[in-house]
Every structure is written in C-alpha cells, then in structure tokens.
C-alpha cells in the first residue's frame, strides 16, 4: 500500500526557514518521481518542486527558485523540502506526491513533470504559515 506522510509545517516569520519531510512506504522509492505541491484557500494547487529520484532531475517552480531545494534521502525513504527565505505569499498547505516516472522520460532530457493532475499517490499535508 502507497502511503506518503508529511511533516515539519509550522508558523515562522518572513526571512526564516523550515524543513519538510515525506516519508514513503510500500513502494520503491527509485522508480518514482516524487513532488512538493501546495495550495492557498481558494487558489489551485501548484507544483513547487518534484524530483526524478533515479537520475535526480528536479523542477522547480519559478517563485521559489533559489530559496527551496528539494532531496531525496534512499536510506529513509524519504523526500524532503528546504525553505529558506521564507514570505508570507508561500504560506499554504503542502503535500507531497508520486507517480511512477515515466519510461518516456527516463530516457529523454528536460525537467520532470511537476503537474498536479500527474500525481496520484498523495499525502495528508502539512501547514506552512509565514506570518509577523
């Protein structure tokens, strides 16, 4: 059975960071393309980081470049989120996911795809608030 469990959300203020985890369990990790997604009330969920865990390909999203970085840690199965520089505008809930990677696209080049509707193993998530 997939099963992905977030953790590490909180409340912090503008400039400081926190550290998300997913776990993963029942399947094997290397096949997988894992992703960070989150979602504001009343706004769409949106791809913020997903990574190719076979070949570390990694996308992500335009407002958090420089400030998120996204690993994969095999011997915890685990993926995690980096933020740093943290702004009120990324306060959301966040969840991890994952799909099966694509052959198509392990044997291709270029970003890995990091669209929610792509995804179909999703975790429970956890709250970000950037607040002062």
């Known amino acids: 059975q997939v099963q992905l469990v977030e953790s590490g959300g909180g409340l912090v203020q503008p400039g400081q960071s926190l550290r998300l985890s997913c776990i993963v369990s029942?399947?094997?990790?290397?096949?997988?393309?894992i992703g960070w997604f989150r979602q504001a009330p009343g706004k769409e969920r949106e791809g913020v980081s997903c990574?190719?865990?076979?070949?570390?390909?990694?996308y992500y999203a335009e407002p958090v470049k420089g400030r998120f970085t996204i690993t994969s840690d095999d011997a915890k199965n685990a993926v995690n989120l980096q933020m740093n520089s943290l702004k009120p505008e990324d306060t959301a809930g966040y969840f991890c996911a994952a799909r099966l990677t694509d052959l198509q696209e392990m044997i291709t080049s270029g970003e890995p795809v990091c669209d929610a509707s792509h995804y179909g193993s999703w975790g429970q998530g956890t709250q970000v608030t950037v607040s002062s």
């Open positions: 990574i190719i865990i076979r070949d570390g390909r990694i």
């Open positions: 029942g399947f094997t990790l290397d096949h997988y393309t």
